[in-house]
T-cell receptor, first 110, second 115 residues
Framework: RKEVEQDPGPFNVPEGATVAFNCTYSNSASQSFFWYRQDCRKEPKLLMS???SGNEDGRFTAQLNRASQYISLLIRDSKLSDSATYLCVVNPGGYQKVTFGIGTKLQVIP | DVKVTQSSRYLVKRTGEKVFLECVQDMDHENMFWYRQDPGLGLRLIYF???????EKGDIPEGYSVSREKKERFSLILESASTNQTSMYLC??????????????FGPGTRLTVL
């Protein structure tokens, strides 16, 4: 089983739709979790951290489910500019060493 | 803003050549990383360094070496480039985030083609 698993997609959704991605991780001792966004031919950039209590940033909501070992990202009212690949990132507890998922590609359609 | 720069955006080399990829960060971060990114495989860690002259192997170190002589600079070396090292190479440095985990800042990447 991979350390971090994501559905690569693509997810094709119309503007205004709500879309959710999940990411599962295998190491139950993992300590911290993140979502990164990567635009085509660009470097990944931090979108948001994922806290145990969940967190929200505008149209984006991230959740952590430790019992089932997954994190989720919900995007409401999708915009064309949300089109990108969303990378799930897990810190398994090693010193400053994280594991990236392969990313989920989102395409928002007019 | 944190800035991570890489020496080249695009690089074309021949099989057997020695290749140097340079990465510089300007935020006094202790930790620096080299990844490669390939379609369907995602980001894979090659080497990382948590201090000057310190290095640790990542998940795929074979065929690569690194050098960290100064805190701000982390170099990736392909001793004898091969076609299977054609990839996008991304450098990153980390700052401890408020959650206690590492927020990684990436350079723009170097797309290396080995012919």
């Amino acid at each position: 089983r991979k350390e971090v698993e994501q559905d690569p997609g693509p997810f094709n959704v119309p503007e205004g739709a709500t879309v959710a991605f999940n990411c599962t991780y295998s190491n139950s001792a993992s300590q911290s979790f993140f979502w990164y966004r990567q635009d085509c031919r660009k470097e990944p950039k931090l979108l948001m951290s994922v806290y145990s209590s969940g967190n929200e940033d505008g149209r984006f909501t991230a959740q952590l489910n430790r019992a089932s070992q997954y994190i989720s990202l919900l995007i409401r009212d999708s915009k064309l500019s949300d089109s990108a690949t969303y990378l799930c990132v897990v810190n398994p507890g090693g010193y400053q060493k994280v594991t990236f998922g392969i990313g989920t590609k989102l395409q928002v359609i007019p | 803003d944190v800035k991570v720069t890489q020496s080249s955006r695009y690089l074309v080399k021949r099989t057997g050549e020695k290749v140097f990829l340079e990465c510089v960060q300007d935020m006094d971060h202790e930790n620096m990383f080299w990844y490669r990114q390939d379609p369907g495989l995602g980001l894979r860690l090659i080497y990382f360094s948590y201090d000057v002259k310190m290095k640790e192997k990542g998940d795929i170190p074979e065929g690569y070496s690194v050098s960290r002589e100064k805190k701000e600079r982390f170099s990736l070396i392909l001793e004898s480039a091969s076609t299977n090292q054609t990839s996008m190479y991304l450098c990153a440095s980390t700052l401890l985030g408020t959650s206690g985990g590492p927020e990684q800042f990436f350079g723009p990447g170097t797309r290396l083609t080995v012919l």
